[in-house]
């Protein structure tokens, strides 16, 4: 194959070099396009065709449904990996040792204490905040009381921040939610794993012992690892660009969180559910919302289908709707909504517009759904999917600031008002 891509504008040809990833994905580099051409630029809304940048930590085939992170498959390391195991493999490349796995939990274990004054700013907020708002506002809160996290150049001063946040984070996940719920915001046991210690936090009671549930623990470490990244997504690159400005790792974090929290990205999984739970009050008439989606003057979309990337089924969506019957069933939980559910998505795996469109179920679909059956409030679905994310967000944004990547700075093509002379209030 040629190592050149060749573009003719107006009779004048340019050449532009083909970049080759591991997968043999082709990429044609574009950086002296303007300069050679005088100005031309490309455009590309929503960069449905334009990668933003090289990256070595997640890759993505749509037409296939692969995930892997870091070379190993989603379906490896969600059956055999735990989330710390994953969450270091992300962010520095391999699966750590045992004894490097133990000096990470303990770095971070030394960091999961929130300032107390961070109370203070919880205490402001009202019961009715949505719980994301919350979480970015904290996230970003945190840079006020970890000023050593701001300006972080070196490996090591990084390696400070992330432990920091990974240590923090699930502190102002379980306070966001025990908040809702008017229950103290108290710790949980640092001498539990990192998962189990979540639960603790997000579900103990005041008032008695807290008793650990193996298969609530199982469950939220599997969907952890499944959310945990997705190369360059709409969160994602929010966190790069952001910290390409050289904004420290917590304030770039909660431009993320903001990100994630719209219905068409990590909203989704409380979306879908909000869809769910309405077809259950109209009776389970999935033909109604199927055609509401299909209908171009009818904003609804049918939440938790489509998919950027993804042509093919989502290998997420595939797990987590085994693990869905799975962890119901261990639950004892009956729950009518996972029925409409895969009614739902039969149907519209069948429907000529769903094909066409190759719209297929993700990540978000059946997530919810376990969630719920473990007691988690429909809210709290998006912080659990941010909670997942943090280590893909910190292993992207420290990719990017270690290859001393440009800030980001798209251009635009400019369609408005060519020069006009100004007008004195009285000529309007
Ligand atoms: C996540 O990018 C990632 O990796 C994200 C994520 C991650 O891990 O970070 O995977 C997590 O965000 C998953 C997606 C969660 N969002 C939803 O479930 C919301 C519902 N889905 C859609 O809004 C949509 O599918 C998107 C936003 C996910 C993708 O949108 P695209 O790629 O911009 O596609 P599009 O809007 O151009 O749609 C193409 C066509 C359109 O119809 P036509 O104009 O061609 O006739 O498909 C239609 C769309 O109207 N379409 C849908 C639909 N999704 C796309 N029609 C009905 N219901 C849907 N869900």
Same mark, same amino acid.
């Given at each position: 194959m040629s190592d050149k891509a060749t573009l003719e504008i107006n009779g004048t040809s340019y050449e532009l070099p083909l970049v080759v990833g591991s997968e043999n994905e082709v990429a044609i580099d574009i950086k002296t396009l303007r300069g050679a051409t005088g100005g031309v630029i490309t455009i590309d809304p929503g960069y449905k065709?334009? #990668?933003s940048c090289e990256s070595a930590i997640t890759f993505l085939d749509g037409e296939k449904g692969i995930l892997r992170y870091r070379g190993y498959s989603i379906e490896e390391l969600a059956e055999k990996a735990d989330f710390l195991e994953v969450a270091y493999l992300l962010i520095f490349g391999e699966l750590p040792t045992q004894e490097q796995l133990d000096k990470f939990h303990s770095d971070i274990k030394h960091h $999961?204490?929130? @300032?107390?004054?961070v109370k203070k700013i919880i205490e402001a907020? !009202? /019961? $009715? +905040?949505h719980p994301m708002g919350v979480l970015s506002s904290l996230t970003s809160a945190l840079t006020a009381f970890n000023p &050593? &996290?701001?300006d972080v150049d070196s490996e090591e001063e990084m390696y400070n921040a992330i432990v920091r946040i990974l240590g923090k984070f699930p502190v102002l996940v379980a306070w966001t939610m025990r908040k809702k719920h008017g229950l103290p915001l108290e710790y949980g046991d640092d001498s539990l794993g990192y998962v189990e210690n979540v639960l603790k936090m997000m579900f103990k009671s005041p008032n008695k012992e807290y008793e650990q549930n193996e298969i609530l623990v199982n469950a939220l470490d599997k969907l952890l690892i499944l959310h945990a990244d997705h190369e360059q997504n709409c969160s994602t690159s929010t966190v790069r660009i952001t910290g $390409?400005?050289? +904004? #420290?790792l917590f304030v770039s974090l909660a431009a993320g969180i903001s990100a994630l929290w719209g219905p068409l990205h990590g909203g989704a999984n409380q979306a879908v559910l909000e869809m769910l739970e309405a077809i259950k009050e109209d009776g389970g008439d999935t033909k109604k919302y199927m055609a509401k989606a299909k209908d /171009? $003057? @009818? !904003?609804f979309r049918l939440m938790g289908f489509g998919h950027r990337v993804y042509k093919n089924f989502d290998p997420r969506a595939k797990i987590i709707k085994v693990a869905a019957d799975e962890v119901l069933g261990d639950l004892g939980v009956e729950d009518p909504i996972l029925d409409i559910a895969k009614g739902l998505e039969k149907e519209a795996l069948e429907d000529q517009y769903f094909v066409d469109r190759k719209l297929y179920p993700n990540v978000d679909f059946y997530s919810g759904i376990i969630y719920r059956a473990m007691g988690i409030p429909v809210e709290m679905f998006t912080v659990m999917f941010a909670l997942g994310r943090l280590p893909g967000w910190i292993a992207q944004w420290r990719e990017m600031r270690l290859r001393k990547e440009p800030i980001g700075r798209p251009r635009q093509l400019y369609t408005g008002e060519t020069y006009r002379p100004f007008k004195t209030i009285n000529e309007r």
């Open positions: 065709n334009t #990668g $999961s204490v929130v @300032d107390d004054d907020f !009202p /019961k $009715s +905040a &050593s &996290s701001v $390409s400005s050289h +904004a #420290g /171009k $003057s @009818d !904003p």
